[in-house]
Nanobody, 127 residues
Framework: QVQLVESGGGSVQVGGSLNLSCVAV????????MAWYRQAAGKERVMVAR???????TYSRSARGRFTVSRNNAKNAAYLQMSSLKPEDTGVYYC?????????????????????WGQGTVVTVSS
């Protein structure tokens, strides 16, 4: 099966930095757009940053200038470098990907999942 595995969350003080990683594992054929979302307690999940396979980046207003999204296509991985962290950055960060994989249950036929999610990694910023 295909999974997105996130890592790098933790607890930091205001102004600190964290680096998140996301790797697509399994019978991956290709990965298109990858994105990072944040879900704060009791709130909806919101997009933080997005990067296409060609490296085009999009940021939320709150992330722009403080966060940097990048990727390594050879490793099917995306990263989120977060700096100047604020308490409002606290939440569960989820990786999302539009990807194509080989389905072993269908004779390794190619399948596309445009909305693949990781399990999330927790980021806590305290003052």
């Amino acid at each position: 099966q295909v999974q997105l595995v996130e890592s790098g969350g933790g607890s930091v003080q205001v102004g600190g930095s964290l680096n998140l990683s996301c790797v697509a594992v399994g019978s991956i054929f290709s990965v298109d757009t990858m994105a990072w979302y944040r879900q704060a307690a009791g709130k909806e999940r919101v997009m933080v940053a997005r990067i296409t396979v060609n490296g085009e980046m999009t940021y939320s207003r709150s992330a722009r200038g403080r966060f940097t999204v990048s990727r390594n296509n050879a490793k099917n991985a995306a990263y989120l470098q977060m700096s100047s962290l604020k308490p409002e950055d606290t939440g569960v960060y989820y990786c999302n990907a539009d990807l194509i994989y080989r389905d072993p249950g269908q004779g390794m036929a190619l399948r596309r999942n445009t909305d693949t999610w990781g399990q999330g990694t927790v980021v806590t910023v305290s003052s």
